[in-house]
């Protein structure tokens, strides 16, 4: 196994973790080994939930969905949105989401 060339993967709440090994800093376990990255180097997404907070302009018919969120995540739900963390290094990816989700919206993935 090449430590350089590693990709995470995953569809849908799996996409979302993939998005989340990739974009969304700060995870790693206290003690962990940080000279090694925990960062893949390319990401594989199906139908990812990339979209845990609201963006203005952005996905007004998906507000309802993310009403209540903080309290079912514990968390500031920005911290673990993926688009949130959009930067210009991140890995490379490729993102697969079909137009007639009724889960996922497909805008959220433009």
Known sequence: MDPGRLAAAGGSAGGHLAA?????????ADGEDTSISSRPDAMILVNPVLVLAPVEGLLPEGRARLEGIADRLAVDPR??????????????????HGRDDATVPYRSAE
Do not use: D
């Open 20 to 28: 989340c090994t990739g974009l969304v800093p700060g995870f790693e």
């Open 79 to 96: 911290a673990l949105s993926p688009l949130h963390h959009v930067a210009s290094n991140r890995p490379s990816h490729i993102i697969f």
